[in-house]
């Protein structure tokens, strides 16, 4: 059961999608911010591992360098445990996750669990040149090893196999707000607040954006 939210402007569970190259990471800290929630990106928490060395790291570490998919069992106990963390009882905003449908079952189950469900699902359209463009860019100026062309090109095409579909299943749910990510950074955040405030939701600190 759904206990009715008195908070709704911060309460906001969110996903945000969007192929690599979207500007889906910054979108997303920019609007966990200005909810007051957590952004919860798998791939900067496998990132982090892997530099850590830790021993998750190092059993994901090939995988992620290849551009393939880790896991699904491993990557939704990993989220898992960070939803449980307190900081996201009142919502979160994830990102890079759910990423084909088997996670999406991880994850309806999780909330239904919890009692809880999604709010939204923020669909950031780029095409696909503009998505090349920005990862070749990204690659060269942060040095990023798992953004070679080859990888990059893998990871775009498991984007379109494996995670686009998914956004059927939230279209079919009424979930799914698409946002045209072509602009500037603000022209961009602007286009979320507004899609967002349609339904109703409203971030506590709209400043931070
Ligand atoms: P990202 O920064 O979101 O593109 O993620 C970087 C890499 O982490 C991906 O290429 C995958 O190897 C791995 N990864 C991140 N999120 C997931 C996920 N939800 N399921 C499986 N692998 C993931």
Do not use: C
Request: zero cysteines.
């Amino acid at each position: 059961m759904t206990v009715p939210d008195t908070a709704s402007t911060t309460h906001a569970r969110l996903l945000i999608v969007g192929p690599q190259g979207s500007g889906k990471g910054t979108q997303g800290i920019v609007v966990a911010d200005a909810f007051g929630i957590p952004q919860v990106a798998t791939g900067d928490i496998f990132r982090a591992n892997v530099s850590g060395g830790t021993p998750l790291g190092k059993r994901v570490q090939a995988i992620i360098e290849a551009g393939d998919l880790v896991p699904d069992e491993l990557t939704s106990e990993l989220v898992r445990d960070r939803l449980g963390q307190p900081d996201a009882a009142a919502g979160f905003l994830l990102d890079g996750y759910p990423r084909n449908r088997g996670q999406v079952a991880d994850l309806d189950a999780f909330l239904a669990g919890r009692g809880e469900a999604l709010d939204a699902v923020i669909e950031l359209a780029v095409p696909r040149a503009e998505s090349i463009a920005r990862l070749t860019q990204r690659a060269i100026e942060q040095g990023r090893t798992d953004d070679t062309e080859e990888v990059i090109s893998n990871r775009l095409a498991i984007y379109e196999r494996e995670t686009a579909p998914i956004l059927d299943g939230y279209r079919a749910r009424g979930l799914v707000v698409r946002i045209d990510g072509v602009g500037t950074l603000a022209q961009v955040t602007e286009r979320i607040f507004a899609a967002l405030a349609v339904r109703g939701m409203v971030p506590a600190h709209p400043g931070a954006a």
